[in-house]
């Protein structure tokens, strides 16, 4: 079956850095998601992609979040300057549907530590 | 504000059945899904309900009651496998999909 992978698996930085986590989603889906896990809380979302441009983003999705998709088959997000709070699992998501996007396929997630 | 509200723990013995009842409160909706995640693992769907009624997949059913704003998760004959949370999920129109904080499920021998 076909899956969302994700880069790197781990991910340790300084707080203050950038980071970039990279998805890359099942190719003949065209919604991209991000979502973030903090260790035994519930999934939040944080922005979805269509069409190369940002369809919707939540609260926490401010100015030190972006994503793009910079080829055909690559899905990234950016954390400008790392905070504390920012360590969490990231999980990358894709869908082939677009009405009530009903099945996201989900990688195996990036571990981000920030100290 | 958006909601929705899961039980955050089940206990259950290997063989039976439990519900998982989820209820939600979002400014829009287009359907009901439920995901399993393993520790350490990412989640998984399960089932979809966009629509009134039950939903049977193998040992997995879901209900949904668009009326009650209320739904559930009902697995059957469990294993030991089925120890993980499990999350309900609404899309609440166009591209965004929100999470409930999950359920714990532990399967006892």
């Known amino acids: 079956e076909p899956e969302v992978t994700q880069t790197p698996s781990h991910q340790v930085t300084q707080m203050g850095q950038e980071v970039i986590l990279r998805c890359v989603p099942i190719s003949n889906h065209l919604y991209f998601y991000w979502y973030r896990q903090i260790l035994g809380q519930k999934v939040e979302f944080l922005v979805s992609f269509y069409n190369n441009e940002i369809s919707e983003k939540s609260e926490i999705f401010d100015d030190q979040f972006s994503v793009e998709r910079p080829d055909g088959s690559n899905f990234t997000l950016k954390i400008r300057s790392t905070k504390l709070e920012d360590s969490a699992m990231y999980f990358c998501a894709s869908s082939g549907a677009r009405q009530g996007n009903e099945k996201l396929f989900f990688g195996s997630g990036t571990q981000l530590s920030v100290l | 504000g958006q909601s929705l509200e899961q039980p955050s723990e089940v206990t259950a013995v290997e063989g039976a059945i439990v519900q998982i009842n989820c209820t939600y409160q979002t400014s829009g909706f287009y359907g009901l899904s439920w995901y399993q995640q393993h520790d350490g693992g990412a989640p998984t769907f399960l089932s979809y309900?966009?629509?009134?009624g039950l939903e049977e997949t193998g040992r997995f059913s879901s209900f949904l009651s668009r009326s009650d704003s209320y739904g559930y998760l009902l697995l059957q004959e469990l294993q030991m496998k089925d120890s993980a949370s499990y999350f309900c999920?609404?899309?609440?129109?166009?591209?965004?999909?929100?999470f409930g904080a999950g359920t714990r499920l532990f399967v006892k021998a």
């Open positions: 309900n966009a629509l009134d």
């Open positions: 999920a609404v899309n609440t129109g166009g591209f965004k999909t929100i």
